[in-house]
């Protein structure tokens, strides 16, 4: 049995929430930890942004003569070890369902390998069970945080 240890980030500017896999001290790339404090006052304010909001901040609190910053790097896709394992589920039972059609049809008429073309439409589908494939993945990658 394998355990993992689920975090939840909260933004403290506008509440948007982040679930993830991890150890304590892991923490999404894309998220910052901020820390402001008032002595005079005995102030402190610590907690965390998420990216939009990170950027926000940041732009507020650049000095005006300076450079703009540059753009952000493209974000990447990160897949989860459950999430290879879902892929390769599906693209096996895909791989599957079209030789199973395919031996099928075989079976229906036996006298079928006799003829010289029979073999021609057995990759037929193959397009549209690759297409149905993809947008099966595509789907669960959009459900992913950065889909």
């Given at each position: 049995?394998?355990?993992a240890?689920?975090?939840r ?6 509440g948007?929430?982040v ?7 892991h ?6 930890r901020f820390?402001?404090s ?8 610590d907690?965390?942004?998420c990216?939009?909001c990170?950027?926000?901040i940041a ?8 450079p703009?910053?540059?753009p ?7 897949l989860?070890?459950?999430d290879?394992r879902i ?8 791989i599957?369902?079209a030789?199973t059609?395919?031996?099928a049809?075989?079976?229906?008429t ?10 021609a439409?057995?990759?037929?589908g193959?397009?549209?069970h690759?297409e ?6 595509r789907a ?5 945080p950065?889909?």
């Amino acid at each position: 049995m394998t355990v993992a240890r689920t975090i939840r980030l909260t933004c403290d500017r506008c509440g948007v929430e982040v679930t993830h896999e991890g150890s304590e001290a892991h923490r999404p790339r894309d998220w910052e930890r901020f820390a402001l404090s008032n002595t005079a006052r005995g102030q402190q304010l610590d907690g965390d942004l998420c990216p939009l909001c990170a950027v926000h901040i940041a732009d507020a609190l650049r000095h005006p003569a300076a450079p703009p910053p540059p753009p952000p790097a493209p974000m990447r896709l990160g897949l989860t070890l459950e999430d290879r394992r879902i892929a390769l589920e599906d693209a096996g039972a895909t791989i599957r369902l079209a030789i199973t059609q395919a031996v099928a049809e075989f079976r229906e008429t036996p006298t079928k390998m006799l003829d010289p073309d029979a073999f021609a439409n057995v990759l037929a589908g193959a397009g549209e069970h690759a297409e149905a494939l993809i947008d099966r993945m595509r789907a669960r990658f959009k459900e992913l945080p950065h889909g």
